[in-house]
């Protein structure tokens, strides 16, 4: 003989665990509006590390490297700008220099003489001036590039803190050997004799600055280069960060609806099942 299905069925009064549930119900739909409320308002989809703990930490961490990529990509550029500058002033110097040696091919010929030597002296005497004061004067914030001081500059290119990956240094020294070692102090041309020695050694000055412009033009180079890594690794980690970090506003605005839905439906359960207490004294009365 089979045994018989019973349903049991309580009515109470004490606790009324319906309505509890439903009230519980409620709170979790606030709580999730609230939550997608925020996230929609600000774009954040952790908003408080409880949502997402480990998100938070990886998230922070990829936000201070955006920051430091950033600020190293600041210094590259600061770092192209001053090397354009001395760049800009040994262009200058070329061209002096060019004219320099066109006057000294003048006063080394026989169809001059000492009086004309004398005159082109005096052009040639004020170029050498405006060589020494370019060289003495360029400068970028204060730090002088070619003057002949010698001094190394480090360029911080990276987000760490070893020499070998995150700094390039910039060796004042190979831009521009100084106006003394080059001896154009004592060159003139009052004589053809003096003309003539002073076309060798503007030969080599012409040099020099050539090979100081081509070390510039190179560093420049490996500085935009460093500049574009930078960058590129920035993009990329600011993407990363953002599929943890940023909000999906189609699924905050869905989540939202349904929350808000449910919340509904559960005020609604709430409101019957606060008059189930009743149900038990109409039956007992």
């Known amino acids: 003989m089979a045994t018989p299905l019973y349903r049991e069925c309580f009515l109470r009064i004490g606790s009324n665990v319906p ?8 709170s979790e739909t606030r709580e999730v509006q609230a939550r997608e409320t925020g996230r929609l308002a600000s774009g954040d989809k952790i908003l408080r590390a409880a949502y997402d703990p480990s998100g938070l930490a990886i998230s922070e961490t990829m936000r201070s490297r955006s920051r430091s990529l950033q600020q190293a990509t600041r210094n590259t550029n600061d770092g192209v700008s001053m090397l354009q500058v001395a760049e800009g002033s040994l262009s200058v110097v070329h061209d002096l220099g060019k004219r320099l040696k ?3 091919l003048q006063a080394a010929t026989d169809t001059y003489n000492d009086h004309d030597r004398s005159s082109i002296q005096k052009e040639f005497q004020a170029l050498l001036s405006e060589v020494k004061r370019v060289t003495s004067s360029s400068e ?11 001094r190394t500059y480090d360029l911080q290119v990276g987000i760490h803190g070893d020499a070998e990956t995150s700094r390039m240094s910039y060796d004042l020294k190979n831009a521009l050997a100084t106006i003394k070692d080059l001896s154009l102090n004592s060159i003139n041309v009052y ?3 003096s003309a003539q020695n002073s076309i060798m050694k503007l ?3 012409i040099e020099s600055v050539s090979s100081g412009r081509a070390y510039l033009g190179s560093f420049q180079n490996r500085l935009t280069s460093a500049s574009s890594n930078l960058e590129t690794m920035d993009l990329n980690t600011q993407a990363s960060r953002s599929k943890i970090r940023d909000a999906d506003y189609a699924q905050s605005s869905a989540e939202k ?7 509904a439906a559960s005020i609604q359960m709430l409101q019957i099942t606060s008059k189930l207490p009743q149900n038990v004294l109409k039956l007992i009365g």
């Open 191 to 193: 004589s053809k004799g």
């Open 203 to 205: 030969d080599n000055f």
């Open 257 to 263: 609806v349904k929350s808000e839905i449910n919340g």
């Open 102 to 104: 066109e006057l000294a």
């Open 140 to 150: 970028f914030n204060g730090n002088k590039l070619l003057n002949g001081s010698g």
């Open 19 to 26: 309505a509890l549930i439903a009230q519980r119900r409620i």
